[in-house]
């Protein structure tokens, strides 16, 4: 027996084999059912079900087609595609309680005329096929009503598509715009579908018949959006969908994608090719004003200009004068003549609530309240209280509404804006527990966690984020920690007490460049001569460069550690040379600082100065605290003091901070 939801209300039905009728035992439903002797035929008729109820009709349509296409003799699979055509969803008739189909897609040709309604009838059996064509004519009677009331509709010239409301029921910026466009269409003389205005009187009413009519008589279609999930909302793509498939059937019309603060990547992947308007630049409603007129062509404006009263009181044609010249230089950016000719309005009428609008919008250099970007500044601004205070409802409703429109987007950006770092903090939290894991099974703690990561993955992760520094850091590792303001990390061993017993080297880290990391030990670990026999030398003919990639190279690495040093270029430095004739570059694994880079990576003295290990002083160091460079006869001094010495200190000894470069992938 299978379990299959029934596509009216979703309860679930048991189907036995064999059966391709059956009764919904939640909303009593008698339907037809697919052959359900095919798991992959389930699986499919399932999403399908589940797409078509959601409203997603052009994603269910296309389900329905695998179905056909794997399937040629289900005639399920063809009635999934009759009702996706029409966007037949199932709801409670509340006279009696069942399930009946309501129309989102009405068409002008009849579905019992329809060739997947023709493959339904011959694919189904006696049982099945008189299910079918009862619920077709339900939808087709349906149909007729729809065009009968949309038949008494005048033709519209554009359709404004766009989302109203957003998750939390609060009006979208979307709305604001498409309104504002909205009211200047209607200013042209135009008939414009905004179903905010148009629909308010058509409560209670199903929609679908006057959108059916707005969408088929309409010229233009605006298409809004501000948001990649507000363009594909169900509703609102069940539109524009619609529309464009009235063009891909011959129909004589422009679709217009008008964005706001979003890419092209953030657009349906249906309007590539169409001619977008962007709504967020200077100009943008003047502009997409002067592209409908160059398609539709220029309205009287007498058909939506209001007769003059014959009792005009005095001054009122001056003031509806002064108020065009106003916004007229507010569209122009002329914020002193705009606010000048708001005065004058207000020397006529004192509590003209749309001269006080004008004056904030000059005040805030706003070209068009859809441009606003500081609403706090609006909303305070001394104007905008008069605005609303003197103003008509309306303008009032308009003020307040882009008011919630653009607090509404900032909660939205906040909400964002806190989930990202919530993330940001989950995901270091987590990579921080991986680095130390790593870390203390680097040290081979007897409590340590299982290994999450490699060593170099570790270090990688670490480097790569100041949060999971800090996290790790907070841990007090002997492992990791911050040091004069620079990470170190465990790499190798080294005998580092005076009996000799060896521990793991501390390094701070100098520079991270891509996956290679550059390492100074924090401690002096050893106390040698420069050059053995006291005389001078280069760095390239020194005693000290052959112990360090002979001699030290080989007690303190693992071959795995070894392997992840690097072989890189040392620079000779050619202007402290001491007179020892020629120096040449050369190519080493460990190697020390010379004079610019210890200015440069450790460029504080307090940053220079450096301590000895126990094992390092017992070695006998003629100056504490002072370490070699690789420049010929360059020391730093205890003090953290960069000296250039002279040819003296080839007879001494001093304590070595060795450097080298890691390969974090190695």
């Known amino acids: 027996m299978a379990v299959f939801k029934c596509k009216m209300c979703g309860g679930g039905l048991n189907i036995t084999e064999g059966m391709t009728v059956c009764e919904c035992e939640y909303c009593g439903s008698v339907q037809t059912v697919p052959q359900l002797d095919d798991e992959k035929k389930i699986n499919l008729f399932s999403r399908a079900n589940r797409l078509r109820s959601a409203g997603e009709f052009d994603k269910a349509s296309g389900v329905y087609e695998t ?85 008494k509709e005048d033709p519209y010239d554009i359709f404004i598509c766009y989302k109203e409301t957003d998750d939390s029921g609060n009006r979208t910026i979307d709305s604001v715009i498409a309104q504002d466009v909205y009211q200047a269409l209607v200013q042209k003389g135009y008939k414009v579908f905004f179903s905010r205005i148009t629909l308010e009187d058509k409560l209670g009413q199903e929609y679908e018949p006057y959108i059916f009519a707005a969408l088929n008589s309409a010229k233009i279609m605006l298409a809004f959006g501000t948001d990649y999930e507000y363009y594909n909302a169900v509703w609102v793509k069940n539109e524009w969908s619609r529309f464009l498939s009235l063009i891909e059937k011959g129909a004589n019309k422009t679709l217009i994608p008008c964005y706001k603060g979003i890419d092209a990547y953030d657009m349906p992947k249906e309007f590539a090719r169409l001619q977008a308007q962007d709504m967020g630049k200077v100009g943008a409603i003047q502009d997409l004003l002067r592209g409908i007129e160059k398609i539709l062509g220029s309205k009287s404006r007498s058909t939506v200009t209001a007769p003059v009263p014959s009792a005009l009181k005095e001054g009122d044609l001056t003031k509806l004068g002064l108020m065009r010249r106003t916004f007229m230089f507010i569209e122009d950016g002329d914020w002193s003549n705009a606010d000048r000719y708001a005065e004058k309005i207000l020397d006529i009428d004192p509590e003209n609530g749309e001269a006080y609008l004008a004056k904030a919008m000059a005040d805030l250099r706003i070209p068009n309240l859809v441009t606003l970007t500081n609403v706090t500044c609006f909303e305070n601004n001394p104007n905008t209280q008069k605005a609303l205070r003197y103003g008509s409802d309306a303008l009032r409703n308009d003020i307040l509404g882009f008011i919630e429109s653009h607090k509404s987007a900032e909660r939205m950006r906040q909400k964002a804006e806190e989930e990202r770092k919530k993330r940001e903090e989950q995901a270091a939290q987590e990579t921080a527990e991986k680095v130390i894991a790593t870390f203390m099974a680097k040290g081979q703690s007897s409590d340590a966690p299982k290994q999450k990561l490699s060593f170099g993955q570790a270090v990688n992760a670490l480097l790569s984020n100041p949060r999971v520094i800090q996290i790790v850091c907070e841990k007090n590792l002997k492992q990791v920690s911050l040091y004069n303001g620079y990470v170190t990390i465990p790499f190798g061993r080294y005998p580092q007490f005076s009996n000799g017993a060896t521990s793991d080297i501390e390094w701070l880290v100098l520079k991270k460049d891509g996956n290679r990391v550059l390492l100074i030990s924090k401690d002096a670990l050893e106390c040698l001569k420069y050059s053995e026999n006291g005389t001078l030398a280069t760095w390239e003919t020194c005693s000290l460069r052959r112990w360090l990639n002979e001699t030290f190279i080989t007690s303190a690495f693992t071959a795995e550690e070894k392997n992840m040093i690097l072989n890189v270029s040392v620079a000779a430095d050619k202007t402290h040379t001491l007179g020892t004739g020629p120096v040449n570059d050369t190519i080493d694994k460990i190697f020390l600082l010379d004079g610019a880079e210890v200015n440069l990576y450790l460029n504080t003295r307090s940053a220079r100065t450096c301590h000895e290990t126990e094992y390092c002083q017992a070695r006998g160091s003629s100056a504490p605290g002072r370490w070699w460079l690789r420049t010929p006869g360059a020391y730093v001094s205890g003090d953290g003091t960069v000296n250039y010495g002279g040819r003296s200190v080839f007879a001494s000894s001093s304590a070595v901070r060795p450097a080298l470069w890691i390969d974090l992938e190695a």
């Not at 003799?73 to 399930?99: M, S």
């Not at 019992?112 to 004519?137: G, H, I, L, N, T």
């Open 67 to 151: 179905l056909v296409s794997d399937y040629p003799e289900e005639a399920e699979a063809y009635w999934g595609l009759l009702l996706c055509k029409f966007g037949i969803e199932y709801v409670d008739d509340p006279g009696t309680g069942k399930k009946v189909p309501t129309c989102h897609r009405s068409s002008f040709d009849s579905i019992m005329e329809d060739e997947d309604f023709e493959m339904v009838m011959e694919c189904s059996d006696p049982a099945s096929r008189a299910v079918y064509r009862e619920e077709a004519k339900a939808i087709e009677s349906l149909r007729i009503r729809i065009n009968e009331v949309s038949s």
